[in-house]
């Protein structure tokens, strides 16, 4: 049994649509579909995700929301109207949305997630109205109903240990399940919704529950590239690569998946298959727990922006004990998770996201690290990439790091930080944002460039 995860692009329109019907009628063992909301069909389009959050916001604001609710019902119409659906399926849409604004606003935040979800939900209800109405037994399955449980506000949102079991009902259904992505429900009845990538993360769950034979998740690429086609010319197609190179190439800015998404399929060894919705008999990029060697040691090279870096120096740092405890409780307690803590005898750098930060926050970090731990010198600075090299060859290739360090010195820039997990998987280099797209470049040439094989 396979479950596939259909991203926005891929169910924009009503023509989208039928392409994923017919991916499903080509296989049967296809059984469970988890659905994105409907995103853009072309390159100034508006997703609907979008129109929702400024729904949610006028509500918030207490503003006419009309015009907002007819731009949300109308994308649904416009796809209802391709798919030669009755009008049933849009008042079901209209009734809905119409009560998630009549809801409680008193916690905006679940307000928010609430309307947000409506996307998701209400293209899974239409997708199945229309796989039943070409002949396809299929069913919209509610993730209440089916048991996916979720943390309560407001920690970061993750499913129950518990949801997996609940879940696993669904491999006993003998139609199509058509599961919304994006969300699930307390214990509370409260809706969630799950961060950057949210459907990536719902299809993942599904497939550990039901331990699918195959985690489909389709795009509209034909696979997983070395490095970002916007930047590289033609770069190398990756056809098979592991569940550890994929996490820190979507950790680094790869967008084809969302790095947490990976973890459930992970930890019951379902393979999974980047596919593209637009050319389904390409074979795509499948991610499995091991693979074959490789000639080269590095698979891809990813770079992402938005990271600041926090600078702590104080003299004999290194022989004070407890001094990374309390700095780390430091950044706990203002709510700041950190990416790499690269360090020196007297100093230490904790790499952070840019977003997590503001004004006031950086004074209060600053602030406290000086007055509490006595620290030197304390500062943060902003706009800083990371460049990161992965491969699981990497750990028996020696040389490499000097190879890269090269390549980014003819560039002329300069490395800011060097970090590499022990697990050796990957090799991370801080650079200056303004930089970035240079270094991706070199490196890409140094490392795919032609190689003789000996």
């Given at each position: 049994?396979?479950?596939c995860?259909?991203g926005?692009?891929?169910l924009?329109?009503a023509?989208?649509?039928?392409?994923v019907?017919?991916?499903l009628?080509?296989?049967?063992?296809?059984?469970?579909?988890?659905?994105?909301?409907?995103?853009?069909?072309?390159?100034?389009?508006?997703?609907?995700?979008d129109?929702?959050?400024?729904?949610?916001?006028?509500?918030?604001?207490?503003?006419?929301?009309?015009d907002?609710?007819s731009?949300?019902?109308?994308?649904?119409?416009?796809?209802?109207?391709?798919l030669?659906?009755?009008?049933?399926?849009?008042?079901?849409?209209?009734?809905?949305?119409?009560?998630?604004?009549?809801?409680?606003?008193?916690?905006?935040?679940l307000?928010?997630?609430?309307?947000?979800?409506?996307?998701?939900?209400?293209?899974a209800?239409?997708?199945?109205?229309?796989?039943?109405?070409?002949?396809?037994?299929?069913?919209?399955?509610?993730?209440?109903d089916?048991?996916?449980?979720?943390?309560?506000?407001?920690?970061?949102?993750?499913?129950?240990?518990?949801?997996?079991?609940?879940?696993?009902a669904?491999?006993?259904?003998?139609?199509?399940?058509v599961f919304?992505?994006?969300?699930?429900?307390?214990?509370?009845?409260?809706?969630?919704?799950?961060?950057?990538?949210?459907?990536?993360?719902?299809?993942?769950?599904?497939?550990?529950?039901?331990?699918?034979?195959?985690?489909?998740?389709?795009t509209?690429?034909?696979?997983?590239f070395?490095?970002n086609?916007?930047?590289v010319?033609?770069?190398?197609?990756?056809?098979?690569?592991?569940?550890?190179?994929?996490?820190?190439?979507?950790?680094?800015?790869?967008?084809?998946?969302?790095?947490?998404?990976?973890?459930?399929?992970?930890?019951?060894?379902?393979p999974?298959c980047?596919?593209?919705?637009n050319?389904?008999?390409?074979?795509?990029?499948?991610?499995?727990?091991?693979?074959e060697?490789?000639?080269?040691p590095?698979?891809?090279?990813?770079?992402?922006?938005?990271?600041?870096?926090?600078?702590?120096?104080?003299?004999?740092?290194?022989?004070?004990i407890?001094?990374?405890?309390?700095?780390?409780?430091?950044?706990?307690?203002?709510?700041i998770?950190?990416?790499?803590?690269?360090s020196?005898?007297?100093?230490?750098?904790?790499?952070?996201?840019?977003?997590?930060?503001?004004?006031?926050?950086?004074?209060?970090?600053?602030?406290?690290?000086?007055?509490?731990?006595?620290?030197?010198?304390?500062?943060?600075?902003?706009?800083?990439?990371?460049v990161?090299l992965?491969?699981?060859?990497?750990?028996?290739?020696?040389?490499?790091?000097?190879?890269?360090t090269?390549?980014?010195?003819?560039t002329?820039?300069?490395?800011?930080?060097?970090?590499?997990?022990?697990?050796?998987?990957?090799?991370?280099?801080g650079?200056?944002?303004?930089d970035?797209?240079?270094?991706?470049?070199?490196?890409?040439?140094?490392?795919?460039?032609?190689?003789?094989?000996?």
């Amino acid at each position: 049994m396979k479950v596939c995860k259909f991203g926005g692009t891929s169910l924009a329109s009503a023509q989208q649509i039928k392409k994923v019907a017919a991916i499903l009628k080509a296989d049967p063992s296809r059984k469970i579909v988890v659905v994105s909301a409907p995103g853009k069909r072309y390159d100034n389009d508006v997703k609907v995700t979008d129109m929702l959050i400024s729904l949610s916001q006028a509500a918030l604001c207490n503003e006419d929301v009309e015009d907002y609710l007819s731009n949300v019902i109308d994308r649904y119409a416009q796809i209802a109207n391709g798919l030669e659906l009755g009008k049933e399926i849009l008042d079901i849409i209209e009734l809905d949305l119409r009560n998630r604004l009549a809801s409680d606003k008193g916690n905006p935040g679940l307000f928010f997630d609430q309307l947000k979800a409506s996307g998701e939900d209400n293209l899974a209800k239409l997708v199945a109205v229309y796989l039943t109405s070409i002949g396809l037994l299929a069913e919209y399955i509610n993730p209440k109903d089916a048991g996916l449980l979720v943390n309560d506000f407001p920690e970061r949102v993750q499913a129950l240990p518990e949801s997996y079991n609940r879940l696993s009902a669904l491999k006993d259904k003998s139609a199509i399940s058509v599961f919304p992505g994006f969300f699930g429900y307390t214990s509370k009845d409260e809706l969630r919704t799950f961060e950057r990538g949210g459907s990536d993360i719902t299809g993942s769950i599904l497939a550990a529950a039901i331990k699918a034979d195959l985690y489909e998740n389709f795009t509209d690429v034909d696979c997983v590239f070395a490095a970002n086609p916007s930047i590289v010319e033609n770069p190398e197609e990756i056809h098979k690569m592991t569940y550890r190179e994929m996490r820190e190439l979507s950790y680094a800015g790869f967008a084809v998946l969302h790095d947490e998404a990976l973890m459930p399929a992970f930890k019951e060894s379902v393979p999974v298959c980047i596919k593209n919705t637009n050319n389904p008999l390409a074979a795509g990029t499948m991610i499995v727990a091991k693979r074959e060697h490789s000639f080269r040691p590095v698979t891809g090279i990813s770079a992402d922006s938005g990271f600041s870096t926090l600078f702590v120096s104080k003299y004999l740092m290194n022989r004070e004990i407890g001094f990374g405890r309390k700095l780390l409780q430091i950044l706990e307690d203002e709510e700041i998770s950190y990416e790499h803590t690269p360090s020196g005898i007297d100093n230490l750098s904790v790499i952070l996201r840019s977003h997590q930060l503001n004004t006031e926050k950086e004074a209060r970090v600053v602030h406290r690290i000086k007055n509490e731990l006595h620290a030197d010198e304390v500062n943060i600075h902003s706009n800083f990439s990371m460049v990161v090299l992965v491969g699981e060859g990497m750990k028996n290739t020696t040389g490499l790091a000097a190879r890269a360090t090269a390549a980014i010195s003819r560039t002329g820039a300069n490395i800011e930080m060097i970090n590499q997990g022990s697990s050796e998987v990957s090799l991370v280099f801080g650079v200056l944002k303004k930089d970035e797209t240079k270094i991706l470049k070199e490196l890409y040439k140094e490392f795919f460039s032609p190689v003789l094989v000996q």
